[in-house]
Each structure stands twice: as C-alpha cells, then as structure tokens.
C-alpha cells in the first residue's frame, strides 16, 4: 500500500478552543507499534473534557494533540517486533492517552492496544466499541471485583457507558440496575436492565439498597449519593469524581499534585469510611486483552454496539455539536478513510 507523507486531522491547538481541522505528518512507527489505516472513529465526551481544559490536572496534554480516543480500522505496517498482528488484519483500539488521536486517517499504537475486530461487526460499530466497553469492564472487574450474582447499579444507562456496561454487567452474571428517561426505559431493558429507575420521576437512592457496585458517570451529588445504597465492603466505581493519591501516584503526575488529589478528595474517602465500601476514581486505560475478552463478548451475541448517529469526517463539528446536546443514546461515529 502506498502510504501518504501527509494526512488530514481533526486537533485541539488551544484549550477553550474550537477543534481545527490540521494536514499533519502520517506518524511513524516503533519496533512494537503498527501503522492503522483508521476506518471509523467514535466521539467522546473526554474529547470535550479536554478541549475545555478540566482535564488538565489529571490529563496534562502537551498541544497540540490530534482529538479522538477510539478507533477501528486496517493494519497497513507492522513493525519489526510485532507478533500479534499482521499487514490486512482489521482491528479495534484505544490510544494511550498522551498518543496520537483517532479522528486522523493514520494512527501508530502498540500491538498491546489492540484486538482483532469481532467478526460481526463492521467497521463503525467496531469503532464505537473500545473506550466504553474498556471502560466498562475496568470499572465493573478491574476496580469493582465483580462476582457472578452480585448487584451493580449502572447511572445513565442509555449513554455511550451505559449501554455497554449494562450489557458487561450481564454477561458477567450481575442483577443489574440503572436509570434512564421514560423514552430509554424500553433500550437499557432490551439491553438486559433488571431495574429501571425513571430518573423524571425517581431518584435511585430512595429506591436502592445492599448494592455491591455503584459505577457513577455523573459525579456530584449523584456520585455522594451512590454511598448510600451500597452494602458494607461494595465499590464506588467513578469517572467523574475527584482524584486521591494513588491515582497521582499510579499515573506518574508527581508528588505535589497526588498531594492536592488527596485533599480535594477528603469529603469523598470520608464517605467511603462511613459507609464501610471501598472508593476510586480511575481513567481507563488501554488493554488489547480486555478487549480480545469484550470480543468473545460481542461474538457470543452478549454485547452489542449501540449507535446514536454517523456522521462523515466533513461532519465532524456537527458530530460534536450532537454530542455535546447529552441527551443522545449510544453512541456518536464519524467514518474516516471511506
């Protein structure tokens, strides 16, 4: 295959700007990493985090970066290390996070990063499937431990997480509980929900009690909230809580910043220690393992993509504009290289 020196990228200049559209070089790659022609790529609303600077403490991105956080699409070189993997397989992935982003036509990532996409999927509901579904699963088995019959409660059960985890949660034997708008009731019940809360009409701390599992995506007093309906020794699990000092510790950010996590986190551990239940707040983190698992998943019939709406690579602003309206269930997919 003939590959461009030059290739077109959505990127974030400037915080608190709007996304550019860039020519930037086609990135070169490592002994371990392979080169993806990228077919479809999945927005984000860690895209919009970062572009309005709140993720700068615990995501410290040297401008300007290249937006995008999954992808799926064709191995066109492979580097010399590389075993996994070979010149024509299709595969799914997330970046690291200080990588290259996926809203280009090119990205290099570490062999480690990736999976073979599941047989029945094509390339855009592959494309909406490793961010959340890694999410999911860190949060429901990494840092939650869950066992087969526990009780999770899964928030917003029709968003992009949502929806997914809903369905990780189910594969993995759980009872599972969510909310969602009248409209939704009928999707997170489709996708395997136990217990759906009209959060209209109902608050899911007045209706919930003895949870193993409480996996927050909203924070605030949502995230306060999720204490109370958990059994002694359950799990927290949040992406949009406040970092402690391990978190800074296990992510490089040094000493004085882990030091400023631990304080800003007080209220939230005094939580924990009051209801006897364990907390974290955690970013994912790329796994092609985890994802070979959420494969299985997908090809057994056990999970599936649920997409709001695709767009074309000249529609991406108004992808983000339909993002940003939060309402939208499942999730939002721009097409790249097609």
Same mark, same amino acid.
């Given at each position: 295959?003939? $590959?461009?020196?030059?290739? =077109?990228? %959505?990127?974030?200049?400037?915080?608190?700007?709007?996304?550019?559209?860039?020519?930037?070089?086609?990135?070169? $790659?490592?002994?371990?990493?392979?080169?993806?022609?990228?077919?479809?790529?999945?927005?984000?609303?860690?895209?919009?985090?970062?572009?309005?600077?709140?993720?700068?403490?615990?995501? =410290?991105?040297?401008?300007?970066?290249t937006v995008g956080n999954d992808f799926a699409g064709v191995i066109v070189q492979i580097?010399?290390?590389?075993?996994?993997?070979?010149?024509?397989? !299709?595969?799914?992935?997330? =970046?690291n996070d200080f990588k290259s982003g996926t809203l280009a036509q090119y990205i290099a990532?570490? +062999?480690?990063?990736?999976?073979?996409?599941?047989?029945?999927?094509?390339?855009?509901?592959?494309?909406?499937?490793?961010?959340?579904?890694?999410?999911?699963?860190?949060?429901? &088995? /990494?840092?939650?431990?869950?066992?087969?019959?526990?009780?999770?409660?899964?928030?917003?059960?029709?968003?992009?997480?949502?929806?997914?985890?809903?369905?990780?949660?189910?594969?993995?034997?759980?009872?599972?509980?969510?909310?969602?708008?009248?409209?939704?009731?009928?999707?997170?019940?489709?996708?395997?929900?136990? !217990? %759906?809360?009209?959060?209209?009409?109902?608050?899911?701390? #007045? +209706?919930?009690?003895?949870? #193993?599992?409480?996996?927050?995506?909203?924070?605030?007093?949502?995230?306060?909230?999720?204490?109370?309906?958990? !059994?002694?020794?359950?799990? &927290?699990?949040?992406?949009?809580?406040?970092?402690?000092?391990?978190?800074? &510790?296990?992510? #490089?950010?040094?000493?004085?910043?882990?030091?400023?996590? +631990?304080?800003?986190?007080?209220?939230?551990?005094?939580?924990?220690?009051?209801?006897?239940?364990?907390?974290?707040?955690?970013?994912?983190?790329?796994?092609?393992?985890?994802?070979?698992?959420?494969?299985?998943?997908?090809? /057994?019939? !056990?999970?599936? =993509?649920?997409? #709001?709406? %695709?767009?074309?690579?000249?529609?991406?602003?108004?992808?983000?504009?339909?993002?940003?309206?939060?309402?939208?269930?499942?999730?939002?997919?721009?097409? $790249?290289?097609?």
């Open positions: 295959m003939n $590959i461009p020196k030059t290739m =077109p990228a %959505v990127q974030l200049i400037k915080y608190k700007h709007p996304f550019v559209k860039n020519t930037i070089p086609v990135p070169t $790659i490592n002994a371990n990493e392979v080169l993806v022609a990228i077919k479809g790529a999945a927005l984000n609303p860690v895209d919009i985090g970062i572009q309005s600077g709140k993720m700068r403490m615990i995501m =410290p991105y040297k401008l300007p970066i580097g010399k290390n590389v075993t996994k993997f070979k010149v024509g397989d !299709k595969v799914y992935g997330r =970046p990532i570490s +062999e480690r990063g990736i999976a073979l996409m599941p047989k029945n999927l094509d390339f855009v509901q592959a494309a909406s499937i490793p961010l959340v579904s890694l999410t999911s699963y860190q949060a429901l &088995v /990494e840092y939650g431990h869950l066992k087969h019959e526990q009780k999770v409660f899964i928030q917003a059960g029709s968003g992009g997480v949502g929806t997914i985890a809903i369905q990780i949660a189910k594969a993995l034997g759980a009872y599972v509980a969510t909310t969602a708008s009248g409209k939704n009731s009928a999707l997170v019940k489709s996708l395997g929900a136990d !217990k %759906v809360i009209d959060y209209h009409t109902e608050y899911f701390a #007045d +209706e919930l009690r003895n949870y #193993d599992i409480a996996f927050d995506t909203l924070g605030g007093n949502f995230l306060k909230d999720s204490f109370k309906i958990l !059994k002694a020794g359950g799990h &927290v699990i949040t992406l949009n809580g406040l970092p402690d000092y391990r978190f800074g &510790v296990d992510h #490089d950010l040094g000493r004085t910043r882990s030091i400023l996590f +631990e304080i800003a986190s007080t209220h939230l551990r005094h939580l924990a220690k009051k209801y006897h239940v364990f907390y974290r707040f955690f970013i994912m983190h790329p796994s092609g393992s985890q994802l070979a698992t959420i494969t299985k998943f997908i090809e /057994e019939g !056990k999970v599936k =993509p649920i997409i #709001d709406k %695709v767009y074309s690579y000249n529609q991406v602003f108004t992808a983000y504009d339909h993002l940003q309206s939060k309402h939208a269930p499942g999730k939002t997919v721009v097409k $790249i290289n097609v």
